[in-house]
């Protein structure tokens, strides 16, 4: 998510299409598709998730990753246990994958989505983060802002410090190996190649101070942890 100049200052309200909602049948329904998706990703890529455990005990949470590819949300979600999967979110551009009905109910149904707006209106589209974890869901958040090209791990924008700072909330960080390799940025169908996840433990950031220094620097803090996972054994 891409945003420079936002202070966190929760609204009222927000419209309806701004925060995610899902029925009994949606979430019944991811239910059923990620026990396929676990088996596409472990037959076909040798998917393999180290650090899931932090997830037995932390009910709310920000995950936070690299961002290479349309398969990281999906790896992170399959990496979750059924119980926190259909109560984490994640961001979804709404000029690209909320164009057309059909294109949005997949969205929403393999990777739990609700729009932004990345070319324009970031205010609104952070905020609609804050309410999601006001209410006590998940968040998936990739600080980056978009899919590196590389593969290699990009600069973190200062939007995940704004959102975390002051607030006690469970930032997770967690590291893909492999999504790039296998449908990177650009690449219409995917490689076979191994995938493996690592997951870091959690950090909060309730008695960091508010501001754009603070916010800059838990992104800098947050980015040296997701670093040092591309290197974990």
């Not at 009222?12 to 995610?20: G, H, I, K």
């Not at 029925?23 to 890529?45: E, P």
């Amino acid at each position: 998510m891409m945003v420079d100049d936002w202070q966190y200052e929760p609204l009222q309200s927000l419209p309806p299409d701004a925060l995610a909602v899902n029925s009994r049948l949606m979430n019944a329904m991811r239910d059923q598709t990620y026990r396929c998706v676990a088996w596409w990703l472990k037959t076909r890529f040798h998917f393999q998730v180290r650090g899931a455990e932090v997830f037995q005990h932390t009910s709310q949470f920000i995950l936070i990753a690299n961002h290479t590819s349309h398969l990281d949300t999906i790896c992170l979600l399959a990496a979750l246990p059924a119980e926190r999967r259909n109560r984490c979110y994640s961001a979804a551009a709404e000029d690209y994958f909320y164009t057309h009905i059909f294109k949005e109910q997949i969205a929403r149904l393999l990777a739990n989505t609700f729009p932004f707006r990345r070319h324009e209106d970031a205010q609104r589209s952070l905020e609609a983060c804050a309410r999601i974890l006001e209410r006590g869901d998940s968040l998936i958040f990739f600080p980056e802002g978009t899919r590196s090209i590389t593969g290699e791990l990009q600069r973190f924008r200062k939007g995940i410090g704004l959102l975390v700072q002051g607030k006690p909330y469970a930032v997770i960080p967690a590291y893909l190996h492999g999504t790039h390799e296998v449908l990177g940025k650009g690449r219409l169908r995917p490689r076979t190649a191994e995938i493996r996840l690592q997951i870091g433990p959690p950090k909060r950031f309730q008695d960091a101070p508010l501001g754009e220094a603070s916010a800059i620097e838990i992104a800098n803090q947050l980015q040296a942890r997701v670093r040092s996972l591309q290197y974990a054994e």
